[in-house]
């Protein structure tokens, strides 16, 4: 067992969490990381309000564990997300991507407000502004992080900030939380990990082919939806790198999204220059379109499980995955594995 800053903030068992991660972490998977000690994740960004709404319920009809929703601050829907799940008073708001404006909301009824960032100074500004814990991604992880590994920005990150650090980014095993809690991290984050978990809902096909995969087999770039993301090297992804920028595929899924979303075209284009303000490098519509786009061939792969089309986010501790598990046996292996390795580490040590 591990007592660390992490669970002693969010009240849980284990210093592990679930990421939240776009149409993987559904309630079933959120609730059963709950039940088995973890803190678990809800990605709001696929939801309208209702939706959002739904399936907080839907988790809270599967645990009574705290868990937490995330929000990207500056794509569409955001606000009303953020909105839904203050008034559901969800005991962890994790946000990514712009400013925070609901911190106080949130602390009065007793909610933890769980920033993420992949850069040191946005660490220490997000303290400042009175965020409760960091989510800090490496670059090995799925999805979106920034340059530096892990293995470099949390040691850095621990040097400079005192709220409770979860590292996110190439952690799958007991010898990763080992490794983390060494280097200065209260908890790990994990997405590919528990993405394959008998729990999850990513298609056979998929779950297949990742455990195949090695930790050479992801691709990274910024084709997959306009930010820097991670993805594993299918042969989609790997089309995709080579090609240029998908324009009827990127219109098709910018209408599905507007549609999903429930927003007028007034809102889409909005949204749209409201993601050109925020405070992180990147171009707007260009960044939406090809997010479209990559929104589509992700429900190919995680829905369908179509190996010619589909793209999938991963990290590269792909590569160290070969077994799906139930979420609880996962969660009681690494916890022992941790155990194990430090008490081997700590019997290398040598008085002098
Ligand atoms: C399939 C998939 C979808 C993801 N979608 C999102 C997302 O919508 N928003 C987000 O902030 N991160 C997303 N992530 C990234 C995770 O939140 C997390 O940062 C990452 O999985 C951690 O690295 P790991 O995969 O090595 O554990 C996704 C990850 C995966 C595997």
């Known amino acids: 067992m591990f007592k660390t800053k992490m669970t002693e903030l969010f009240g849980v068992k284990h ?20 039940n088995a000690g973890g803190l678990a994740i809800f990605a709001t960004a696929r939801c309208t309000p209702e939706e959002t709404r739904q399936n907080i319920r839907q988790i809270r009809e599967l645990t009574d564990k705290p868990f937490g929703i995330n929000q990207i601050l500056v794509g569409p829907g955001a606000k009303e997300n953020i909105d839904v799940a203050i008034e559901e008073k969800v005991p962890v708001i994790n946000y990514a991507l712009g400013k925070p404006w609901f911190i106080e909301q949130v602390h009065e009824y007793g909610g933890k407000v769980l920033g993420t960032t992949a850069l040191a100074r946005h660490a220490a500004r997000a303290e400042q502004l009175g965020c409760d814990a960091l989510v800090i991604t490496g670059y090995e992880a799925a999805a979106h992080g920034a340059d530096a ?28 939380l080992a490794a983390a809690l060494v280097l200065g991290a209260d908890a790990i984050s994990m997405g590919t990990r528990f993405m394959l978990t008998k729990e999850s ?13 090695t930790e050479q087999d992801t691709l990274y770039s910024t084709v997959f939806d306009g930010m820097p993301g991670r993805a594993l090297k299918t042969k989609a992804a790997e089309a995709m790198m080579k090609g240029g920028f998908p324009l009827v595929e990127a219109f098709k899924g910018a209408s599905e999204i507007k549609q999903m979303l429930g927003l007028s075209l007034w809102q889409f284009i ?3 220059f409201q993601m050109m303000r925020a405070d992180e490098d990147s171009s707007p519509l260009w960044v939406q ?18 190996l010619e089309e589909g793209i999938l986010f991963a990290g590269q501790d792909i590569g160290g995955i ?31």
């Open 149 to 176: 590994t892990s293995m470099v920005l949390i040691p850095i990150v621990a040097s400079q900030v005192k709220i409770p650090l979860i590292a996110a980014g190439g952690f799958h095993n007991g010898r990763g």
């Open 201 to 213: 809902v990513l298609h056979e096909n998929f779950k297949q082919l990742c455990l195949k995969a």
């Open 322 to 352: 070969n077994d799906v598990p139930s979420v609880e046996e996962l969660i009681e292996r690494i916890i022992t594995e941790a155990e194990d390795v430090l008490e081997a580490v700590r019997g290398k040590r040598v008085k002098v």
């Open 15 to 34: 210093p592990i969490m679930l990421a939240g991660a776009n149409w993987i972490t559904e309630p079933k998977l959120v609730s059963a990381v709950c």
């Open 270 to 272: 909005r949204l749209s």
């Open 289 to 306: 379109a090809r997010e479209a786009a990559g929104v589509r061939r992700h429900l190919k792969s995680i829905n369908n499980g179509d």
